[in-house]
């Protein structure tokens, strides 16, 4: 049982903006640890999406972006693309140990 | 180009053994923290444990639900990971991935992933 907590889907049409949360508690995301997010397109591996918070690696489209505060850390999907249907997943750590949340998947409508 | 592939999953009985193997290229593996992480059919990813490199003494962690039945180690000569599983149980049926540690600016993301190995435990 995760000690992150997703909401298990969102939907939004193409163009749209869409959100997902990460809740933690203070012994991980209160804690200070980063959060990072994760994309998983049906059938593959997850794809590092933000790390460290709020930073983009190379190649990822500044339609995401993601926000911390406190206890909960936030994703955002802006101009919501049909290739941004699959599932995401928020990673932190909690007593030093990693953990991921439970996972959020996103249809485009 | 940098690249994690995993083998060595396959069926096995419970109360079984399996050994995965992880092998890394495009970077100097022995630099980096290297983790398992798995997930169930259909479920969400379950962080399964890590290893350090060896300026930090190869030192590993592991989730509470596969302590003392699995173990992480590494063979930086070769630039392979490996996860021995024992005592292997119905509910370690997964998808097993291997993924890469980068240093986040306070700590570690997974920037790299292999392909993931199906390892299925059943009678």
């Known amino acids: 049982q995760s000690v992150l907590t997703q909401p298990p889907s969102v939907s939004g049409a193409p163009g749209q903006r869409v959100t997902i949360s990460c809740t933690g508690s203070?012994?991980?995301?209160?804690?200070?640890?980063?959060v990072h997010w994760y994309q998983q397109l049906p059938g593959t591996a997850p794809k590092l999406l933000i790390y460290?918070?709020?930073n983009r690696p190379s190649g990822v489209p500044d339609r995401f972006s993601g926000s911390k505060s406190g206890t909960s850390a936030s994703l955002a999907i802006t101009g919501l693309q049909a290739e941004d249907e699959a599932d995401y997943y928020c990673q932190s750590y909690d007593s030093s140990l990693s953990v991921f949340g439970t996972g959020t998947k996103v249809t485009v409508l | 180009e940098v690249q994690l592939v995993e083998s060595g999953g396959g069926l096995v009985q419970p109360g079984g053994s399996l050994r995965l193997s992880c092998a890394a290229s495009g970077f100097t593996f022995s630099d980096h923290y290297m983790d398992w992480v798995r997930q169930a059919p259909g479920k969400g990813l379950e962080w399964v444990g890590r290893?350090?490199?060896?300026?930090?003494?190869?030192?590993?962690e592991y989730a509470a639900s596969v302590k003392g039945r699995f173990t992480i180690s590494r063979d930086d000569s070769k630039n392979s990971l490996y996860l021995q599983m024992n005592s292997l149980k119905t509910e370690d049926t997964a998808v097993y991935y291997c993924a890469k540690n980068m240093w986040s600016g306070s700590y570690y993301a997974f920037d790299i992933w292999g392909q993931g190995t199906m390892v299925t435990v059943s009678s």
């Open positions: 460290g918070n709020s």
């Open positions: 203070s012994s991980n995301i209160g804690a200070g640890y980063d």
């Open positions: 290893t350090r490199n060896k300026a930090n003494s190869y030192t590993t």
